[in-house]
């Protein structure tokens, strides 16, 4: 194995795959600094230019550019509390409090050396694991696929908000608006109001947007102050940067847990790679001794979404080489690019090119490091973004979200929608509803409405009865009445 | 805690509930459409009347001057008025103009000089032409969007 391991790093350090790597990292952060755009924006972007290249070349073109896509994103969500792509809204939630409190530049530290270290971590697992994980894989079918969603909004909706009913709500209204459009069973457009934009449901983008940046870009117009609060800006140095990265070692637990927790989910099939941060965050919360001080600023809450944000990448990217089946939309896309480098990914794939399976954690590996490093020499001047006065900064953000959401899909309704998304956003923010666990409910809506079809017509209502799946049910109970075992408990003896 | 926060949750249970409604008596849709929807729905509603209970009952325990507190928040009119305008400048003079033409406008009038306007403005020209068109390939419609053809 070792062998195999140090001959697919020869491959992937020759001069040409490292130089189109190099090639690909300002690209991806370039995109991933622009929101709206995504990951597989990315890919979609670099498949063209990847036509004649060799199959690891192009490769390792695509792959470094979707690594680095997750950094530049990163840095918005933190600095302007614009999440890059949909994983990073984790992001914000503590990140951009933190900038706020003048703390921006640790924050940037603390989530480039966790995505770094935790995109190596997923690497990692991916090398070893990719010979042995077909048979766990398999073990997951639509029931447990299914719990495991509903599992995820549960977790963040109980555990990320102040009023954990207020989570409930909002992470079922985000279920709710992902079953818009054309139903996955017989296909009649369902609530579609005769609006043909809603035919195909509402979109990603305009609702990750809206949510998000609306309610603080209005903030900013309306108060017209910078982002950093006057008098709490302190002057972003490398020293800081570094301060933030060495608090990922302060919380290896968190780290580990995180990235642990980024990995499992990246490999289900089907789950969505949009669960892992958000998960990772609501675990870290859990565990934490002062769980209400998240969400004000704490540094935790950045190193546990990026650790498994892009530990998940090395995740996805198991099923995606072991079974041909793509972890995230993302890899399915990827899936497309292997084929077209006359690539078959699966259980044959593994037995013919293992170097060159063991050589993309490589590749992935490089590219978190790479761009980390690269944002980490950009980050003391992205930082003086948040010294701009808001009468400033917030004409500006709001143009490029209209841009962004438009270019996602080319609809001028995406625009819109944004708007829409945004009036939601003010008032679930002004009443405390859990805008990440709406987010995250929306992503997986789909996912766990065919879960449950699928589980419905392959077992009956018996679906639940399945061990995998009574396991994941109980452990998801401890996990969410735990930290609220007085209160339980008092019920309990009140009833 | 203000009792402006009962109509969220209230409208919100209304409108899904005259959804569901609407799609399984008057659109007709199958049990098999409708039954996962149903399901969401039911149990957003339950939820929703749990939230509004449990809000009236804090309002009893709480005194007057905390329900009256807000959140540290604020929006003005005015602020959400400048951001739709982003919406009738696009409108008016597409996608590569009109955020050029908003940010000039909005800026100038907000205070910054000439000079701060017509770059900022000048960069969103570069980002939306250079790097979205040119670079990135994305068509983002140069003419107003009234524009016939």
Known sequence: MLGVIA???????QPAVLITMLLALPIGIVIGLLPGLSGITAIAFLIPFSYGMEPLT???FLLAAYAAVSQGGSITAILLGVPGEVPNAATVIDGYQLTKRGHGGAAIGAALMASALGGLFGCVVLAFLLPVMQPVILSFASPENFFLSLAGVSFIAVLGATSPVRGLVAGMLGIFLSLFGYDPVEGVPRFWMGFEYLLDGF?????ALGLF????ILTLMTTGRSIAQPGKVEPITYRQVAEGALAVFKHLGIFFRSSVLGTLIGIMPGVGGSTAPFVAYAAARQTAENPDTFGQGRIEGVI??????????????????SLGIPGSSSMALLLGAFLIFGLQPGPDFLKKHMDIAIALAWIVAFANVASSFGMFLLSRTLTYVTRVPGRVLAPILLAIIVIGSYSTDNSVADVFFAFVFGTLGVVMERYQYNRAALLLGFVLGSTIERNYHVSMAAYGASFVLRPVSIGIIAIALILILWPNRKRVALLWRRA | MNRAELIFPAALSAVVALLLFSGYFVLHYSFKVIAFPLLTGAALCALCLVDIVMTMRSFAAQPAAEQAQDSDRTFSLASLAWALSL????YAFGFVFGPALYLLTYLRIHGSSWALSFGVAGASLAVTWGLFINLLRILLPIQPLWWPW
């Open chain 1, 203 to 207: 979109r990603l983008v305009p609702l």
């Open chain 1, 213 to 216: 940046a609306l309610p603080e």
């Open chain 1, 304 to 321: 546990a979404p990026e650790a498994s944000s892009n530990a998940k990448e090395g995740g996805a990217l198991v099923p995606t080489l």
């Open chain 2, 87 to 90: 919406l009738l400048f696009v």
């Open chain 1, 7 to 13: 001959s697919a790093g020869g491959l992937v350090f």
């Open chain 1, 58 to 60: 192009g490769l390792a």
